[in-house]
């Protein structure tokens, strides 16, 4: 069960859009529509951004915004902000009960 | 709004076992929609999904941690608990315990997490 890819970092202007991707397999995320995000602040426990690929837990602002395609989840962030500056962490369920993380990916706004 | 909290030693000699407890406040760990997990993070680096649990006692596991790893449940105290055996500096990690909001939200949908406590191997 290895880590799913996801790009060590990624950087974007206030106002601008960032998408972090986050690569599997048909063994996990390309197998299931349980595909999440996470967003975690230096210190912080990780905090739910998406859940099943796409939907929003309620006070989650609609700039998150999750798609899935083949063996690739992504996620954007539209309409970057200050407090969006984060490691972001991506999650499948990968079968026979089991779940896998993203190797994380840090987000800067410029 | 449910709570969780993480609770054992903060230092673990090396071959020795790691065991953490969780308690759920504010709410009830025998609620059929939820599981229960443990998640860690060693310094600097990514998340890694460790165990999970279901008040029936049904328990699944991270298959590279499974022969070391054993989760269980006390549904009288409103806790679940963790052990690591044989413990290396590699387990060194700030370990989280979550709920699993998979009735609702689909499987691993972790959506509420406690503040996470440092366990050093050494």
Same mark, same amino acid.
């Given at each position: 069960?290895s880590a799913l890819t996801q790009p060590p970092s990624a950087s974007g202007s206030p106002g601008q859009s960032v998408t972090i991707s986050c690569t599997?397999?048909?063994?996990?995320?390309?197998?299931? *529509?349980?595909?999440?995000?996470?967003?975690?602040?230096?210190?912080?426990? #990780?905090?739910?951004? %998406?859940?099943?690929?796409?939907?929003?837990?309620?006070?989650? #602002?609609?700039?998150?915004?999750?798609?899935?395609?083949?063996?690739?989840?992504?996620?954007?962030?539209?309409?970057? *902000?200050?407090?969006?500056?984060?490691?972001?962490?991506?999650?499948?369920?990968?079968?026979?009960?089991?779940?896998?993380?993203?190797?994380?990916?840090?987000?800067?706004?410029? | 709004?449910?709570?969780?909290?993480?609770?054992? #030693?903060?230092?673990?000699? #090396?071959?020795?076992?790691?065991?953490?407890?969780?308690?759920?406040?504010?709410?009830? %760990?025998?609620?059929?929609?939820?599981?229960?997990?443990?998640?860690? *993070?060693p310094p600097g680096k990514g998340l890694e999904w460790i165990a999970s649990i279901y008040y029936s006692g049904n328990t699944y596991y991270n298959p590279?941690?499974?022969?070391?790893?054993?989760?269980?449940?006390?549904?009288?105290?409103? *806790?679940?608990?963790?052990?690591?055996?044989?413990?290396?500096?590699?387990?060194?990690?700030v370990y989280f315990c979550a709920r699993d909001d998979f009735g609702d939200s689909g499987l691993g949908a972790f959506d509420v997490w406690g503040q996470?406590?440092?366990?050093?191997?050494?």
């Amino acid at each position: 069960q290895s880590a799913l890819t996801q790009p060590p970092s990624a950087s974007g202007s206030p106002g601008q859009s960032v998408t972090i991707s986050c690569t599997g397999t048909s063994s996990d995320v390309g197998g299931y *529509q349980y595909v999440s995000w996470y967003q975690q602040h230096p210190g912080k426990a #990780p905090k739910l951004l %998406i859940y099943g690929v796409s939907k929003r837990p309620s006070g989650v #602002p609609d700039r998150f915004f999750g798609s899935k395609t083949d063996n690739t989840a992504s996620l954007t962030v539209t309409g970057l *902000q200050a407090e969006d500056e984060a490691d972001y962490y991506c999650s499948s369920y990968a079968g026979r009960n089991s779940f896998v993380f993203g190797s994380g990916t840090k987000v800067t706004v410029l | 709004q449910l709570q969780l909290q993480e609770s054992g #030693p903060g230092l673990v000699k #090396p071959s020795e076992t790691l065991s953490l407890t969780c308690t759920v406040s504010i709410g009830s %760990i025998t609620n059929n929609n939820y599981f229960w997990g443990w998640i860690r *993070q060693p310094p600097g680096k990514g998340l890694e999904w460790i165990a999970s649990i279901y008040y029936s006692g049904n328990t699944y596991y991270n298959p590279s941690l499974k022969s070391r790893v054993t989760i269980s449940v006390d549904t009288s105290r409103n *806790q679940f608990s963790l052990k690591v055996t044989s413990v290396t500096a590699a387990d060194t990690a700030v370990y989280f315990c979550a709920r699993d909001d998979f009735g609702d939200s689909g499987l691993g949908a972790f959506d509420v997490w406690g503040q996470g406590t440092l366990v050093t191997v050494s």
